[in-house]
Structures are given as structure tokens and as C-alpha cells.
């Protein structure tokens, strides 16, 4: 375009000098200069355009091709590798991992990556299935619970409660107008349970069997107590700053061992981010170390295990991190309206991706108010095209557990 602007410029100085002199003959022999004049011009731009192009494509085939499955994986690699890499995000904005299951174009996608980040929990046992069909010889595959604590899932009083094992599910299932007296049934079950959680409010996990234990290679989902009995693990792992923390460390160390010639960039980067989730998480012990009160109360599913154990908070929830249950029995609607009373919580939260019914009805029944936790487990598609972040998420859980222990 700049090219062409000179030339009609020199062209038109040109023809208005001549005009004083020659008339309408060098009138036309000027048009027939700048007509050529102009197809050159734009002959070459359409050449530099396209060497442009070629640039751009070579440029784009020659970055790191990383595949994350999940949100929390996907942005924190975006932080430390920048355009340096082509980054995909397998499961799509709003989608519900627990029900995922990959697509051949999503089998394809890993075919084509150098490396390939999962969780490697229970949301994506399919990884194994994948893994197996597809050639991961020369790709770097990261688990990232290889460099993190796991957690047992727990239940707590109030809670809906579902055992899993391997070969047999025993759930303990009720209709939505189950009795109060049924509830208090299901309530005794869980507190007769071996794994009795100590529901005296002192939630500091010392129980008995302490939750924090050490995981061997290939223990990748449960935990067998001495008894034989199988437990699940909790997946959600990345709701703990620190716990992200190891996450940058163990994804930036796979991106220098694939694409040395950026190390220093993806180094430097991942100092950053670690700073900022260093704050964030300062942010959030500050919140509960000045906070008025210390208990929390999530009308939901409860995906918070890592961060309140972080935090030493205590909490109530209607169902597990992991639970396929998605509605309360009124019982349990009842027991959390109570106790949000008796303790005067001033609010009720519920996760992403509803619309939360349960806390509203709970909410308006005790007269608290209604706040989202966000898990950063996933988030809409607008907010992806947003660029809407790990970090942003955490700081808005910073201000709605400030609302609400105050």
C-alpha cells in the first residue's frame, strides 16, 4: 500500500508538470506509465504478501505443538510459553469433563502433538485408552500428579454419600422428598463409617487415616487403606495455588526438554506467573487469617478439597467433588438451612457452570446471600474468548471468600 502511494504520488507530480507543457498527447502517454506503473506495484505486493504467508506457515509448523486437556493446564502453559508454541485445548469451553470422551479428530489432535499434558486423576482415565492407540515414542507426555500430593475424596455431615469400588457401586441414593429421619439415617451411616470424620467443626484434618498420603507410581485414582478398602482420589488439584505452583515447574521443565533454543523464555516466564500465585494464594490466607468466621458453605458439589485444606477452612457441601448426585433431598436443603442460621453465615456458594438453584433456595430460606466459587475446572466460551485466566479466577474467589468469613 506504501508502495503504491509513492508511485501515484511521483506520477501525479509528474503529470500536472507536464500538463503545463505538453498537453493532452503526454497527457496520455503518462496515463499509460502510471497504468503500468501500478500493476507492478501491485504484482509485487501480491508477491510479498504471499512470502509473507509462506513465512507465517513455516513459522507455524515449525513452533512445539502442545495438547492440554483441561482449562487450569491449558492457560498456565499459555503463561509460560507465549506464541512460542501452537497450544491446544482438547476439552472445549463448557464442556463437562466427567463426561468426556475423545473424538477421533481429538485422537488426531495427539497424533500430531510433540507434547501432551493430562492430570492423570479420575476425570481422564480415558488418556490410558488413548495412550495405547496412539505412537507416543517421540512425544513428551506429562502427568502432572506425578509431582503432587493427592487427596482423598471426603465426605462431610450433610453431604450425600457414594462409595465406588472396583467391580461394585454402593451409593446411597434418595428421591428428592426423602424424609428428614432418612436423613438423619444416611448422616449416622456416614458417621459410623471406619473413616469417621471427626465433624466436631475441628477441620484441620487430623483424622485417624490423615488424607495427605504418599502415592506410588501407578497408584494413579485410589488409595487402599489397611482394611483393604478402596477410596477415591480427589482430582481437583489444581484449585491449590501451591499445587499450581508445581504445575508451572513440571510444565516449563517438558517445554525446555522439547524446544531448548526457548528455555530462557519459558524460564522467565514461569517466574513471573509463580510470583503472581504467590500473591494470590498471600492474598487468600490474608482473607482467612482476618476472617470473622471460618466456615464455609457450598449448596453444590464440593471441588474445593486442595484449597480449603490449604487454608484450614471448614466447610459444608450437598455432595462430593465427584459425585454424580446433582439435586438435594430436601433433608439435606433443611440441615443447610439450619446451619447456615445457627452459625449466621452470610453466604451461600455454588460453583461454575449452574445456574445454582440449591444455593438460591438455601439462600433465600436463611436469609444469606448467594456467591460464585469458581474451581476453575473449566469456563464458558465467552469467557475463554475473553482471555479470561487462571489468575483472574483466583482473585475473584479472593473476593467472594472475603464476603463471605466476614
Known amino acids: 500500500m506504501l508502495q503504491y ?23 496520455n502517454i503518462l496515463k499509460k506509465i502510471f497504468g503500468l506503473s501500478l500493476a507492478g506495484v501491485v504484482f509485487l505486493t501480491g508477491c510479498s504478501a504471499k512470502t509473507e504467508n509462506k513465512k507465517g506457515e513455516d513459522n507455524s509448523k515449525n513452533k512445539l505443538k502442545v495438547v492440554t486437556t483441561i482449562f ?24 463437562d469433563v466427567h463426561s468426556f470422551s475423545p473424538t477421533p479428530q481429538d485422537i488426531k489432535t495427539v497424533e500430531n502433538a510433540d507434547v501432551f499434558i493430562y492430570g492423570g486423576t479420575s476425570h481422564d482415565k480415558w488418556v490410558e485408552t488413548l495412550t495405547k492407540s496412539v505412537d507416543m515414542k517421540d512425544k513428551k507426555v506429562v502427568k502432572l500428579t506425578d509431582g503432587i500430593q493427592q487427596l482423598e475424596e471426603e465426605t462431610v455431615e450433610g453431604m450425600k454419600h457414594e462409595h465406588h469400588h472396583e467391580g461394585e457401586e454402593h451409593s446411597h441414593k434418595h428421591k428428592e422428598h426423602e424424609t428428614c429421619t432418612e436423613c438423619e439415617d444416611e448422616e449416622k451411616h456416614d458417621h459410623d463409617h471406619e473413616h469417621d470424620h471427626d465433624h466436631d467443626h475441628e477441620h484441620d484434618h487430623d483424622h485417624e487415616h490423615d488424607h495427605e498420603h504418599e502415592h506410588k507410581d501407578g497408584e494413579h485414582h485410589h488409595h487402599h487403606h489397611g482394611n483393604g478398602e478402596e477410596v477415591e482420589l480427589d482430582p481437583h488439584f489444581w484449585t491449590s495455588p501451591t499445587n499450581a505452583i508445581a504445575m508451572v515447574k513440571s510444565i516449563t521443565n517438558s517445554l525446555i ?10 524460564k522467565e516466564n514461569a517466574e513471573k506467573y509463580i510470583k503472581q500465585l504467590e500473591e494470590v494464594n498471600k492474598e487468600l490466607k490474608d482473607v482467612v487469617a482476618n476472617a470473622k468466621i471460618k466456615k464455609v458453605v457450598i449448596a453444590d ?7 480449603f485444606n490449604d487454608l484450614g477452612l471448614e466447610y459444608r457441601a450437598l455432595f462430593s467433588g465427584c459425585s454424580v448426585e446433582s439435586t438435594a433431598s430436601a433433608g439435606q436443603i433443611k440441615k443447610m438451612v439450619d446451619y447456615v442460621k445457627e452459625n449466621k453465615i452470610p453466604v451461600v456458594y455454588h460453583i461454575e457452570m449452574g445456574k445454582g438453584e ?4 438455601v439462600a ?12 476453575i475446572h473449566t469456563v464458558t466460551k465467552d469467557e475463554f474468548d475473553k482471555g479470561v485466566t487462571y489468575i483472574d479466577l483466583m482473585k475473584q474467589n479472593v473476593e467472594a471468600l472475603k464476603e463471605g468469613l466476614n
Do not use: C, W
Open 72 to 95: 487450569p493446564e491449558y492457560d498456565i502453559t499459555r503463561a509460560i510459553a507465549g506464541d512460542k508454541i501452537d497450544l491446544q485445548l482438547m476439552i472445549k469451553p463448557g464442556v
Open 301 to 307: 458439589r464440593f471441588p474445593f478439597r486442595y484449597l
Open 257 to 266: 526438554e522439547k524446544d531448548s533454543a526457548n528455555a530462557s523464555f519459558y
Open 358 to 361: 440449591m444455593a438460591q433456595t
Open 5 to 27: 502511494r509513492g508511485v501515484r504520488n511521483i506520477l501525479n507530480f509528474l503529470t500536472s508538470k507536464f500538463f503545463q507543457i505538453g498537453g493532452n498527447n503526454m497527457k
Open 364 to 375: 433465600k430460606d436463611s436469609g444469606a446471600k448467594v456467591k460464585l466459587l469458581h474451581s
